[in-house]
T-cell receptor, first 113, second 112 residues
């Protein structure tokens, strides 16, 4: 069946470090892929998305490339800031007959000044 | 502005009481969802609805109930049958079939 595997946290980095959070999926076909971010005490909000293979989504300095051959959608940022401290969720919309959207466990990121 | 509104933001309840969490959207989305989030955990799906007057159980529906009488509204009732209801509850909506999810700010329920 369809599934999501996301890098477990927590991840702690120093400011200006390079960030990678891994996400791989198994799904039927080639669905759109999404990264969401959750800041403390808030709901989730869309960070970026890619709608087809080889697409690169980007926002706020974050990037993720939809790689069909490795079924991956890893999140990257070249230089993280304290304000990036949050929980990040990889969420392909897994199209089943029930049309449920299944989230991974999320990765908690903490950035030290 | 279009969006999703959840209320209340904080709610306290005594054991044995039912409580209803409100979720309203003005995005004209067909699909709506309720998720539960426990501290340090990911999201678990409680119920979802693809269309008015229809809804399906998610992975952890026991002890919860929902209704979808209007497109804009998808209230969640946490019943006394839910043994561990203290959690952060998130409502979301999307077009159908699902694409991007739009989330509310969440409701934090604490059972005293």
């Amino acid at each position: 069946g369809d599934s999501v595997t996301q890098m477990e946290g927590p991840v702690t980095l120093s400011e200006e470090a390079f960030l990678t959070i891994n996400c791989t999926y198994t799904a039927t076909g080639y669905p759109s892929l999404f990264w969401y971010v959750q800041y403390p005490g808030e709901g989730l909000q869309l960070l970026l998305k890619a709608t087809k293979a080889d697409d690169k989504g980007s926002n706020k300095g974050f990037e993720a490339t939809y790689r069909k051959e490795t079924t991956s959608f890893h999140l990257e940022k070249g230089s993280v800031q304290v304000s990036d401290s949050a929980v990040y969720f990889c969420a392909p919309p897994l199209y089943s007959s029930a049309s449920k959207i299944i989230f991974g466990s999320g990765t908690r990121l903490s950035i030290r000044p | 502005d279009g969006g999703i509104t959840q209320s209340p933001k904080y709610l306290f309840r005594k054991e044995g009481q039912n409580v209803t969490l409100s979720c309203e959207q003005n995005l004209n989305h067909d699909a709506m969802y309720w998720y539960r989030q426990d501290p340090g955990q990911g999201l678990r799906l409680i119920y979802y609805s693809q269309i008015v007057n229809d809804f399906q159980k998610g992975d952890i529906a026991e002890g919860y109930s929902v209704s979808r009488e209007k497109k804009e509204s998808f209230p969640l009732t946490v019943t006394s049958a839910q043994k561990n209801p203290t959690a952060f509850y998130l409502c979301a909506s999307s077009i159908h079939p699902p694409g991007e999810l739009f989330f509310g700010e969440g409701s934090r329920l604490t059972v005293l």
